[in-house]
């Protein structure tokens, strides 16, 4: 039986040549291999060639790794709504208000590596403004939109600018919350990983990662770097980079995030189709019931999903 369900919508021009064409190990037999598999995996939507590329690519062209991939990107975003669902940027007041708490972007250039740099930032101090939810949310938002737009790439490296985190931060975290956050990251996302950095981090750091260790794989453990300052961020990357209000020179934080938030609006309708053609369909999973209990459970493991 085919999958005939609506293709997952993509928000930029996507051109499969062009793709292909940067990624000379990406076989079309390949492609095609996957699609076949998704199509019968009824629950599953019906993935663009995009990203049936990103999560070969993701997986240095492993089969069965793509497989796991795709089945955990669909399913894991499918149970937990308080990252990805009611996205409409100009529909939900939420939103709307955590566009003023928190900063993310793709910074200009690359790492020393070669990478690419996504940067985020609490820019409101004040805890009592404070959603992890609503927070990862707009930082999800915004990593498929780069995601998207920049197709396959070497990797990605995160820097976080942890100055404005306090305890009252983190009253408001929880174990389960951390734990899917991580999840996603370890399990989902269909880009190279190579690093997460925390620079400025304030002592409540220990506690924050002591929170989440548990639920942290050693390849993903063995990519965090914590900084008590820019300056031994240097060995990954070019600090210039860094917006203005960090010691860099790539403009201040205020005009890249109006740049961001006037981008997440104009894709408000893509937002909107991806919340209706990128959810699984439970009814249709063949052999499995209360996946939302394997998912997260309650001893602290992740149990991964059959994959035929």
């Not at 981090?201 to 929170?211: E, K, L």
């Not at 260790?213 to 063995?222: G, S, T, V, Y």
């Not at 860099?248 to 740049?259: P, Y």
Request: proline share 6%.
């Amino acid at each position: 039986m085919v999958n005939k369900k609506m293709p997952y919508p993509l928000p930029y021009p996507f051109s499969l040549e062009e793709e292909l064409k940067k990624n000379p190990e990406v076989k079309m037999s390949d492609i095609e291999m996957l699609r076949e598999w998704c199509d019968k995996q009824q629950h599953l939507p019906k993935p663009s060639d995009l990203h049936l590329i990103m999560f070969l690519h993701s997986n240095y062209y492993s089969m069965e790794a793509a497989k796991n991939t795709a089945e955990n990107f669909f399913t894991i975003r499918s149970h937990i709504p308080e990252f990805f669902d009611n996205r409409d940027p100009l529909g939900s007041k939420e939103l709307r208000q955590t566009f003023n708490v928190v900063f993310c972007a793709e910074l200009p250039g690359l790492s020393k590596q070669g990478y690419k740099l996504l940067f985020g930032k609490l820019i409101d101090p004040d805890s009592s403004h404070f959603s992890f939810e609503d927070c990862n949310k707009y930082i999800f938002m915004e990593c498929d939109l780069v995601g998207l737009r920049n197709g396959t790439c070497d990797g990605y490296m995160f820097i976080a600018d942890m100055s404005n985190v306090s305890l009252g931060h983190v009253g408001r975290l929880s174990p389960m919350g951390l734990k899917k956050l991580v999840m996603y990251i370890q399990e989902a996302i269909p880009v190279r990983l190579k690093g997460l950095h925390f620079i400025n981090c304030p002592s409540v750091m220990d506690i924050i990662m002591n929170m989440a260790r548990p639920f942290i794989k050693n390849e993903l453990w063995n990519i965090i770097h914590l900084h008590s300052s820019i300056k031994t961020l240097e060995e990954f990357l070019p600090i210039d980079l860094l917006p203005s209000e960090v010691g860099g020179k790539a403009g201040s934080i205020v005009q890249m995030q109006e740049a961001r938030i006037k981008e997440i609006d104009d894709k408000r309708e893509w937002f909107l189709e991806e919340m209706k053609y990128g959810k699984v369909d439970e009814s249709l999973r063949i052999g499995k019931n209360n996946i939302a209990n394997d998912l997260f459970g309650v001893d602290g493991t992740f149990k991964k999903l059959d994959i035929d």
